[in-house]
């Protein structure tokens, strides 16, 4: 009873929880992480609840282990994350053959569930909100990681009109400051020279410090920047809300902060913005951008685009078409509106039919697709710097790392370079990945 396979869903702070839970389980040798189902007796399911099609796509997956379970009923399912913190109970009727509900804060409470699962037979949920407690949970990784994660808050509480977030990972609440470093510190030990700092707004961070202060975001990226061996700091994501002035001027004296930033807008009409409850202008955004590009001329700009919000016309449409060529925004991630059961947006009339929305969707895809091709082909024959991460799963004996704005290259290496930045130059361009000779 120790093979454990775990299928992740959603956002990057999912992906985090996910990497906790192994390296719980994976602690005292108890339990062995499989990618192999048929050697498989332990399924853990880490959901996501942001759209309706994440969440439909929950029962599919439990139906399928369901199959393995009638053929052998020793196995275990465990459902976590947004989808198992908002159903709770629900999910044990409607997939009765679930045997552990765990939510969004409680992951570390799994270990003893999954005794109380195995041992008695008995189900166990635990969707509870007890602040920051599984943080105390976090262990070093067994795998080095080049590029490394790190929650730094939890939370939100903005409560835009259309999103979950707020329901499912509690109000916002942040780290404190010497365990993020602390984490931090020991990763660059292991081997880690990027850091990207997780959370829904992580500019609105505060953190206690030792002596009972509070450390803002901006001082935070500088004292990451401190930590021997940190040579790349990322974030994700900021909100144009609380981007404040003192964030802007790390952009200026921070030069390991990357030059690119993911700032979701949603929508270029002011009038969709105030529906969503996002409580800023275009105006705002376009002054944040301006700011940053005179602190940093080289910044890319990406973004999230909700379309087909209750109410947006096609005249709302046009000027989110339009402020996407203003500000030339680069790989943005775009969604259409779907309507989460308790947000208030629900409750909106949906002017819009799906045909509509598909084609609006498609209109903004393609214009974004031109604008990172334009970014991309920018960079030919440029030199940049990679952090190589390992061997391309493409292309055999290449080597493969990222830009600093973030995107793919593979080029012709050696294993030291693995773990290390290098000088490549770009000699090819993909829609999704380039090539380059090293320099
Ligand atoms: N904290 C981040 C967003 C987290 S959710 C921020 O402030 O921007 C990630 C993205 O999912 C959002 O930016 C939004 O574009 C999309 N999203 C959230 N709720 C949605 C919904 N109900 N329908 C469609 N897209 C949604
Ligand atoms: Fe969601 Fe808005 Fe927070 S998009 S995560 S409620 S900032």
């Not at 009873?1 to 602690?27: A, F, H, P, R």
């Not at 993020?180 to 700092?197: H, K, M, P, Q, Y």
């Not at 402020?323 to 779907?338: A, G, L």
Request: glycine share 6%.
């Amino acid at each position: 009873m120790k093979y454990v396979y775990i299928k992740t869903w959603g956002c990057q702070m999912n992906e985090y929880d996910s990497s906790m839970i192994v390296n719980l389980l994976e602690k005292d040798n108890e339990y062995i992480i499989t990618e192999n189902i048929e050697q498989a007796n332990i399924f853990i399911l880490n959901t996501c609840s942001i759209r309706e099609k994440a969440q439909e796509k929950v029962f599919h997956q439990l139906g399928r282990w369901k199959k393995l379970k009638n053929r052998n009923p020793d196995i275990i399912i465990a459902v976590g994350g947004c989808v198992a913190t908002q159903e709770g109970k629900e999910i044990f009727k409607r997939a009765n053959y679930v045997d552990i509900v765990f939510g969004t804060q409680t992951l570390h409470k799994l270990p003893n569930m999954l005794l109380t699962a195995k041992k008695n037979r008995k189900r166990a949920i635990n969707i509870t909100f007890p602040k920051l407690e599984k943080f105390n949970y976090v262990l070093k990784p067994k795998k080095i990681l080049y590029s490394s994660a790190i929650s730094i808050m939890e939370g939100c509480n903005k409560y835009c009109s259309f999103c979950v977030v707020p329901y499912t990972r509690g109000n916002e609440i942040s780290r404190p400051c010497d365990d993020v470093l602390f984490d931090i510190s020991n990763l660059a030990e292991t081997g880690t020279r990027e850091i990207i700092l997780l959370g829904q707004n992580v500019n609105a961070y505060q953190g206690v410090t030792f002596n009972g202060g509070i450390c803002y975001f901006s001082e935070l990226i500088r004292l990451v920047a401190e930590i021997d061996g940190i040579e790349r700091i990322r974030f994700i994501t900021s909100n144009p809300l609380e981007f404040s002035d003192d964030i802007i001027e790390v952009y200026r004296d921070t030069p390991k902060l990357v030059s690119f930033l993911h700032l979701p807008v949603q929508s270029g009409s002011n009038k969709i913005l105030h529906l969503m409850k996002r409580s800023y202008t275009i105006e705002d955004y376009e002054s944040i951008i301006l700011k940053l590009i005179d602190a940093r001329p080289n910044i890319q700009i990406s973004s999230d685009f909700i379309v087909g919000f209750p109410g947006e016309s096609q005249e709302d449409f046009k000027q989110t078409i339009q402020f996407i060529k203003k500000i030339n925004f680069d790989m943005s991630f775009s969604f259409i509106y779907s309507a989460r059961p308790g947000t208030p947006a629900s409750e909106m009339e949906d002017n819009l039919n799906l045909i509509e929305k598909k084609e609006r969707l498609h209109l903004l895809q393609n214009l974004i697709n031109t604008q990172t091709m334009m970014w991309s082909r920018k960079m030919f024959g440029t030199i940049q710097s990679i952090l190589v991460e390992g061997y391309s799963k493409n292309k055999n004996l290449e080597l493969y790392g990222k830009t600093e704005n973030n995107r793919t290259v593979v080029f012709s290496g050696t294993s030291k370079m693995i773990g290390n930045f290098v000088n490549v130059k770009i000699t090819k361009i993909h829609t999704h990945s380039l090539e380059g000779v090293l320099v």
